[in-house]
């Protein structure tokens, strides 16, 4: 499964697209929340310098997966993966993750790879 999340080769229909999108977020949501539980516990600081290190180590590989899906559902829609920077921008953000939840992929071959649906 870990093949199929960090790597930016192929196409990534809506459903998987969804599916690691929402399971990479509360995957990082429970692991942050379980770090910061026992560091609070056993240091007793919620404001610890551990605790940050130890929350963006957590952090940053689920940040990669999702942009790396996110990469994929573009090449699916036939865009390039480039077409992510619009994610650093305010509002165009929204609509971006509106584009790659809601459109169908292109049918059949692109430039990217062949159909999801049909493979």
Known sequence: MLEEIFTT???LNRLPYLKYFFGLL???AFLNFMVSFVVVFLT???E???LYILSLIVTVPFTAGSI???IRR???LNRSGWF???ALIPILNLFLEIYLFCFRGTRGVNKYGADPLEV
């Open 9 to 11: 080769q192929g196409r």
């Open 26 to 28: 509360f995957a990082s």
């Open 44 to 46: 007793g600081d919620p």
């Open 48 to 50: 610890s310098t551990l």
């Open 68 to 70: 790396m899906c996110a």
């Open 74 to 76: 573009l090449h699916d």
């Open 84 to 86: 992510f920077l619009l």
